[in-house]
């Protein structure tokens, strides 16, 4: 008869990569924010600094959608001249809902995202 033996595998290198800086990709208002959530939060492990860069980036949408909506307004012109809303008010409010969902499953309330 054949005996069975149980295999531990160990990994080589340590998959937990503990990040304090923010991804180089986000503007300097989400970097902070970044800096000052993993620190207060003392968020180190890779899947909620994924999570966290995620939020972060749904929030950089969401500002510069409102940052175009304040120039342009909420509402134009289609091209058969009725008036319509600006595809970024579509655009701020699914990055707003992505913002939030991310941080609710980071378990982390808006209260303390806020300045």
Excluded at 9 to 37: G, M
Excluded at 71 to 88: D, L, M, Q, S, Y
Excluded at 89 to 106: G, P
């Amino acid at each position: 008869m054949a005996q069975h033996s149980i295999v531990t595998l160990r990994p080589r290198f340590n998959p937990v990569v503990k990040l304090t800086a923010p991804p180089k990709h986000l503007d300097e208002e989400e970097a902070a924010l970044f800096r000052r959530l993993v620190a207060e939060f003392q968020i180190d492990d890779s899947a909620s600094i994924s999570l966290l860069t995620t939020a972060m980036e749904a929030h950089m949408r969401m500002r510069e959608a409102g940052i175009t909506l304040a120039e342009e307004g909420t509402v134009i012109k289609n091209r058969f001249g009725a008036r319509t809303a600006h595809p970024a008010v579509a655009i701020e409010r699914d990055a707003r809902n992505d913002f939030l969902r991310s941080m609710k499953t980071l378990n982390l309330k808006p209260e303390a995202v806020r300045s």
